[in-house]
């Protein structure tokens, strides 16, 4: 049980461009997910957590309008990096947090790589 | 604020080896804490938890004890194999962290034949 899936596992997308990544919950309802940038050899960074029907909450210094975060049901969180650049090229990994429960479990991550 | 810190890697041990991985943290309150795996290209992985003092978390082989008098929660096992190569993160979470989790900056493992 409590397995989060991510999707897609990597993309290579144009400079300019917008890429969609999903985060779901397989078994279980996840009130709270969360989004992580981790750059090479370097620790997760928490982007934004969001809670199912309510807007995300982003960390300081992270931009709202370039990553875009949905949590429209309590299975599917989605993150749209707009306008992608390279410097947004990152491993991006989500994480989802059962009601009652005290762990998190973890997609098992994006490469994203834009050219 | 609330934080993780984690002993630097990487660390290279012989199959067999004791291994362990310090973490100590400070927080308000009294967080869970827990360890974290990531195989490479993978996204974490929960290797084991402790909700309060004293509590021991276990998972395949490896322990760690919730200290509060020492605010740590160090991480050993006792025979590592190669298949234990993988970075390992401490992290904790609370209330009066709003739930968020605070990562250690991970640990690197090599074990060799």
């Not at chain 1, 750059?39 to 210094?61: H, R, V």
């Not at chain 1, 990994?93 to 762990?103: D, K």
């Not at chain 2, 401490?90 to 060799?112: D, E, H």
Request: a neutral charge.
């Amino acid at each position: 049980g409590a397995v989060v899936s991510q999707h897609p596992s990597w993309v290579i997308c144009k400079s300019g461009t917008s890429v969609k990544i999903e985060c779901r919950s397989l078994d279980f309802q996840a009130t709270t997910m969360f989004w992580y940038r981790q750059f090479p050899k370097q620790s997760l960074m928490l982007m934004a957590t969001s809670n199912e029907g309510s807007k995300a909450t982003y960390e300081q210094g992270v931009e709202k309008d370039k990553f875009l975060i949905n949590h429209a049901s309590l299975t599917l969180s989605t993150l749209t990096v707009t306008s992608a650049h390279p410097e947004d090229s990152s491993f991006y990994i989500c994480s989802a947090r059962e009601v009652g429960r005290i762990e998190a479990f973890f997609g098992q991550g994006t490469r994203l790589t834009v050219v | 604020g609330d934080s993780v810190t984690q002993m630097e890697g990487p660390v290279t041990l012989s199959e067999e080896a004791f291994l362990t991985i310090n973490c100590t943290y400070t927080a308000t309150g009294y967080p869970s804490l827990f360890w974290y795996v990531q195989y490479p290209g993978e996204g974490l992985q929960l290797l084991l938890k402790a909700t309060k003092a004293d509590d021991k978390g276990s998972n395949k082989g490896f322990e760690a004890t919730y200290r509060k008098e020492t605010t740590s929660f160090h991480l050993e096992k006792g025979s590592v194999q190669v298949s234990d190569s993988a970075v390992y993160f401490c992290a904790l979470s609370g209330r009066n962290t709003g739930n968020q989790f605070y990562f250690g900056t991970g640990t690197s493992l090599t074990v060799i034949p």
